[in-house]
């Protein structure tokens, strides 16, 4: 079986988030009141799926 390598999308403006997501600051970087930023959590979620070792980010 091949292995399975998740595919994160960090794509968009992230309007719904303005004043805190912004060109300067996007989205995925938001840190969260635990420390750690958006893309930081769905990075953990992936690896932490059987038999992942890399990943994938589209932008």
Wanted: aromatic content about 6%; cysteine-free.
């Amino acid at each position: 079986m091949s292995p399975l390598i998740p595919v994160i999308l960090s794509g968009g403006a992230g309007t719904r988030l303005w004043p805190l997501s912004r060109q300067s600051h996007p989205k995925p970087f938001l840190r969260l009141p635990d420390g750690e930023t958006l893309l930081q959590k769905t990075l953990h979620r992936a690896l932490a799926l059987p038999e992942v070792t890399r990943f994938l980010t589209v932008t």
